[in-house]
């Protein structure tokens, strides 16, 4: 069975410091997709990153970058200089590659909250 | 372009009421499926459908009924509402091919079972 841990429940952090959140993964499959969804107070869940198993090199977008290790089943997701606005919920979740047709079985973490104070 | 479309956005029901959830999607996607969130629990696969006519459980899908007659439309089925219901329902698509594409969700249904 595929497991995502989360181990953060919460992070407060002061506007422009450095935040990373945790994700850990289980999973038997060799192939596998790795999702990161942000939910800020609106509710609406926003797509941030998708990467495959085979892709483990590390992404930066803006301020957001993302470390995925195979070795350690981890896919962690760091924000630089954080923001008021990235206050939200951040989800990670694991997709298993059988489905045909396309789609994503999704199983998802239980969530950090993250709170951005100035 | 609308996306994905969650009709109601909020809904109070008495226990024992039975009620459908809308979705429906202007993308094409073959891809379709409900999530519901939980606080602490994340979010839980209940029912999805590789294209019309084809459904599957998801982890959590006692209590829910689902069926796929069309490629747009995915309802979700509350046969006997149960206070254990009350939750956040998230509806969500992917296009048909590469697989594993993001997952594109509607705005969620609030729900609340007294």
């Known amino acids: 069975a595929q497991k995502v841990t989360q181990a953060q429940t919460e992070i407060s952090v002061v506007e422009k410091e450095d935040v990373t959140l945790d994700c850990v993964y289980e999973?038997?499959?060799?192939?596998?997709?790795l999702f990161w969804y942000k939910q800020p107070p609106s509710g609406e869940l926003v797509f941030l990153i998708r990467r495959n198993s085979f892709d483990e090199q590390n992404e930066i977008s803006g301020r957001y970058s993302w470390n995925f290790q195979k070795s350690t089943s981890s896919f962690n997701f760091t924000i630089t200089a954080s923001q008021v606005v990235d206050s939200a919920v951040y989800f990670c979740?694991?997709?298993?590659?059988?489905?045909?047709?396309?789609?994503?079985?999704?199983?998802f973490g239980t969530g950090t909250q993250l709170k951005v104070e100035l | 372009n609308a996306g994905v479309t969650q009709t109601p956005k909020f809904q109070v029901l008495k226990t024992g009421q039975s009620m459908t959830l809308q979705c429906a999607q202007d993308?094409?996607?073959?891809?379709m499926s409900w999530y519901r969130q939980d606080p602490g629990m994340g979010l839980r696969l209940i029912h999805y459908s590789v294209g019309a006519g084809i459904t599957d459980q998801g982890e959590v899908p006692n209590g829910y009924n689902v069926s796929r007659s069309t490629t747009e439309d995915f309802p979700l089925r509350l046969l006997s509402a149960a206070p254990s219901q009350t939750s956040v329902y998230f509806c969500a698509s992917s296009p048909p091919r590469p697989a594993n594409t993001e997952a594109f969700f509607g705005q969620g249904t609030r729900l609340t079972v007294v």
């Open positions: 999973t038997r499959d060799t192939t596998y997709y």
């Open positions: 993308m094409n996607h073959e891809y």
């Open positions: 979740a694991l997709s298993e590659a059988k489905i045909t047709g396309g789609g994503n079985k999704l199983t």
